[in-house]
């Protein structure tokens, strides 16, 4: 073999080797970028993954907002409710004074109990608690509760002609029932 024949087959071997590891870069360049597009897909899948998880944390926080709000506004209407509860057999007991004969001696002792009791009412209403009519009015058993029905001249079928015990109202919400005698 010449040294022509020796020179082209070297050649020939080298561009084959040249050829050979292009050939291979380029599949390493192809696995590479096959590896590169899977592994953004996945970063892609994992951000819409924290996406998710973000809105429903979101949208968890402010359902405990809302929640707290309206708890927080429930108990400001509310707050005076066991108080009044508490009050109401005072009141009861203030009105079965101011109900009592009146006699010189007791005129006083009844206008003074008559301004308490005026105050206590008036501190009620302030705070949202109001009697509920009863007598004349037509009766509603979310309101009144029927101690006796008996048939009354002169009122129609289930109208209170007589209130035992007056009931109240706080805002929306029953405090107390009346107990009231309802016609038949």
Do not use: C, W
């Amino acid at each position: 073999m010449s040294k022509k024949e020796k020179k082209k087959k070297e050649d020939l071997k080298d561009t084959v080797e040249e050829t050979e590891k292009t050939a291979s870069d380029a599949v390493e360049e192809l696995d590479e970028l096959s590896t590169l597009k899977l592994e953004n897909e996945s970063l892609k899948e994992e951000v819409e993954k924290y996406k998710n998880d973000y809105f429903k944390a979101y949208a968890d926080a402010k359902n405990i907002k809302k929640r707290q709000e309206r708890d927080f506004e429930l108990s400001m209407k509310y707050r005076i409710q066991s108080f009044a509860e508490a009050i109401l057999p005072a009141i009861d007991n203030l009105e079965r004074a101011l109900n009592q004969e009146i006699t010189e001696d007791t005129k006083s002792y009844r206008e003074g109990v008559e301004m308490i009791y005026q105050q206590v009412l008036n501190a009620l209403e302030n705070e949202g608690v109001t009697p509920i009519k009863a007598v004349g009015e037509k009766f509603d058993p979310n309101i009144h509760q029927a101690l006796q029905a008996e048939p009354v001249e002169g009122y129609d079928a289930d109208v209170i002609v007589e209130e035992y015990q007056k009931g109240y109202m706080i805002k929306d919400r029953v405090l107390r029932a009346s107990l009231v005698k309802v016609s038949q």
